[in-house]
């Protein structure tokens, strides 16, 4: 992707960041995602005092896009901002989401709060990933 393309997807991730419900760790996410045919979905995290119920914001905007009808394998990135000193990486259960509905090397860009980016990718967030099921 070309860098205007990744700054403005990164600016999603952190607008969307204004619609988290975090009444409970106060800890606001936003992610934003670009498919195949360009068009960006963003999600929020979403907190339930039972945290197990909780849903991230990259998951939010993956389950957003497939209930928009699109398919896997049609991620082309995700950016993930939060309010953080440091590079704020996706946990393991949206990590594994990722690896069911992205490519290997689907970019995933990190940000903090300086606004730096750094890239990584599905595989080197998910080097040994649980890919399949045999049955």
């Known amino acids: 992707m070309e860098t205007n393309d990744i700054y403005l997807l990164m600016q999603k991730a952190h607008e969307v960041k204004e619609n988290s419900y975090s009444p409970y760790s106060n800890f606001r996410v936003g992610a934003a995602i670009k498919m195949d045919d360009d068009h960006i979905f963003t999600g929020a995290n979403i907190e339930n005092v039972s945290f197990g119920a909780t849903n991230c914001a990259e998951r939010s905007a993956i389950f957003t896009a497939l209930s928009a009808g699109y ?35 689907t970019p995933v860009y990190l940000t903090r709060e300086d606004q730096s980016i750094l890239t990584t990718s599905v595989k080197e967030l998910v080097p040994f990933a649980f890919e399949t099921m045999d049955m």
């Open 71 to 105: 398919q896997r394998k049609t991620i082309k990135a995700i950016a993930v901002a939060g309010d953080t000193e440091d590079f704020l990486p996706p946990c393991s259960i949206c990590r594994q989401v990722m690896v069911e509905f992205c490519e290997p090397d």
